[in-house]
């Protein structure tokens, strides 16, 4: 079995990833396969968010936020991600739910 892949490297490698794409090569796609990169990105998209649910949850807990810069986890990411107080406060309160069962955050 592979080894896990740090979460940080995980990220970079995906960023690097998803600006390396050929957008130009995706006007000789026919119909299925637009519709099959459409299912891929929302499962992908899925996958990311289950992702940030957990480290904003993780980070909450741990005072991140307060300890590096001395603010609420609320308020530095809605000023970071420039998001709304309340969508800001959203994640937060989601990831506090999902974490709460952890066969869930797993």
Known sequence: MDQPTPTASALAGARSLLASIDHAGRRRLDAEGRLGLVSEVVALGRQVEALRVVLIAEADRA????????????????????????????????????????????
Request: proline share 2%; charged share 15%.
């Open 63 to 106: 005072k991140a936020a307060e300890t590096a810069r001395g603010t609420s986890m609320k308020t530095l990411l809605a000023v970071s991600s420039k998001v709304t107080a309340a969508e800001a406060a959203s994640w937060v309160y989601g990831g506090q739910e999902v974490t709460a069962h952890p066969l869930v955050a797993q």
